[in-house]
């Protein structure tokens, strides 16, 4: 696996690349092996930076498929930040204009349909709430969050109007885009 230094060095031959990725609980690689693929007119336009899981056979497996990124076997709530914090700052250094996204493919099984849909590990639910943290480190341009449709019912996701409008407010004001996903993302953490 790759060290920081090699990443941080590599990403100085990355110029074309408008979209850096950010990969928790990244698996065996389907989400990054897509971004790897993404071109616009036939020009590699999306790069993979960090990886993060806690299962050492995924990593082991994703970093295999996609040996250029930093690669954690670590749990998301625990992980000392610093390194994820170097790479960023260094792309937009010297990428300004490129985007920073953070994908989450969170827990999901503890409470899915596909186990009868009654949660079972509440623990697993306190995953969302760890996602704060990396997107206040991080500060990514994107948030792509993916899971099962009971993610939605984890808790009240009304929201006042006037909440709305503020949360709304303060997107628009950093140049960001909101989505049903992103106020359902503000609503889970309360």
Known sequence: MKTLEQ??????????????VIDLFCG?????????????????CAKV?????HDRNAILSHNANMPDALHFIEDIRTIELSPVISIVNRIRTLYPNAKIML??????TNFSKAKGGLPRDPDSRTLAEHLFRYIDVVDPDYIQIENVEEF?????MMITAS?????????????????????MTLNTAS
Do not use: P
């Open 28 to 44: 065996a690689g389907g989400l990054s092996e897509g971004v790897e693929q993404a071109s616009v007119n036939g020009e590699k």
């Open 103 to 108: 994908h989450a493919s969170l827990e999901c």
């Open 152 to 156: 939605m019912s984890w808790g009240d």
């Open 163 to 183: 909440r709305y409008q503020e949360i709304k407010d303060a997107y628009i004001k950093d140049g960001l885009t909101m989505s049903r996903s992103t106020v």
């Open 49 to 53: 930076v960090v990886c993060i899981n």
């Open 7 to 20: 990443v941080l060095k590599d990403l100085e031959r990355l110029s074309g690349i408008d979209l850096f």
